[in-house]
């Protein structure tokens, strides 16, 4: 499938801003099933400076310096992206989950060495023995990885409330675990912690998805969201894509901006303003397949 992505962020100030940096992660990164065939930002005001690169995991990111006093700021991105379906993996024939930390430990692979790095807690998803109490019922000794982690994720799809507004990125896991609802970047920090509480590598994936009106009913323009979900690393298979909001394995309606070791790593717009006071943030996004609007 290839996509037509449009995400455009608006800051509106209660005071001028005299000076600020950004750092965006809003350019869709190319992997296995992935590439990103068109991408650009348009900034209002103009940065006076602007830079692109990647990050340490890779990312494509941009910096940005505005100079010129604004009380409103303006971030939207474009891109066009193809998606390839990955094959539906085989959970029952990837290693057991309780040889997995006692294969990477030591290894001089480079790939085992970067899959070990998201075995740690990191600052979203650091928990106490919650995670762990909770991830055991689907972790037996010697059942497979992938069989153990997808049926935890069904456990969180089942047993959590969506609900938006109960939660902030900075809500620990066991407030999570307590009150039992939140939205998908707790989920996605929540299945984190549980992998990482038994010494299993994981990281946070940030993107969108596309959804779907209602039958009968038009898509609204700017009504989709950004959406964030996991990934499992399996030896011998690579990492594995879990979304626990949805209970799936994301094949080809996932968009993958950026991942890292939690949210803190690839928040799409951060930033640091010079004066500013209060503010509010808006966000409108759109995915949809290519030349759905004619483009």
């Known amino acids: ?33 992935q590439v990103c065939r068109r991408s650009g930002q348009i900034v209002e005001p103009a940065p006076t400076v602007s830079h692109s690169g990647r990050d340490y995991f890779g990312n494509p990111v941009t910096n940005l310096t505005i100079q ?21 993996p085989d959970s029952a024939a990837t290693m057991p989950w309780d040889q997995v ?10 790939e085992i060495l970067n899959a070990f790095q998201f075995a740690f807690d990191s600052p979203f998803t650091r928990n106490g023995d919650g995670a762990a109490d909770y991830a055991f019922p689907s972790f037996p000794p010697g059942r497979p990885v992938l069989e153990a982690a997808v049926e935890l994720m069904g456990r969180i799809h089942g047993e959590f409330k969506y609900e938006g507004g109960v939660t902030d990125v900075s809500t620990p896991i066991d407030q999570v675990l307590a009150d039992r609802r939140g939205v998908c970047q707790d989920f996605a920090h929540l299945q984190i912690a549980c992998l990482r509480s038994l010494g299993l590598p994981a990281r946070y994936v ?10 009968g009913q038009a898509k609204l323009v700017g009504s989709d969201a950004s959406h964030a979900w996991l990934a499992v690393w399996c030896p011998g298979q690579g990492w594995i894509d879990l979304d626990p909001t949805n209970n799936l394995i994301p094949r080809d309606e996932h968009v993958t901006l950026a991942w890292g070791r939690d949210y803190g790593d690839v928040s799409p717009v951060n930033g640091l303003v010079v004066g500013g006071g209060e503010h509010k943030v808006s966000v409108a996004v759109d995915v949809v397949p290519a030349g759905t609007y004619g483009g």
Not at 5 to 23: A, D, G, K, M, P
Not at 101 to 110: C, K, L
Not at 206 to 215: A, D, K
């Open 68 to 88: 010129e006093s604004h009380a409103k700021l303006i971030v939207h991105a474009t891109s066009t992206v193809e998606v390839t379906p990955a094959a539906p």
């Open 1 to 33: 499938m290839i996509y037509d992505v449009s995400h455009r962020t608006t800051f509106e100030y209660s005071q001028n801003v005299s000076i600020s940096h950004h750092l965006l992660h809003l350019t869709p990164r190319d992997s296995r099933h």
């Open 206 to 215: 940030s993107g969108y998805v596309l959804t779907r009106p209602p039958e």
């Open 101 to 110: 930390h006692r294969e990477m430990a030591g290894s001089a692979n480079p």
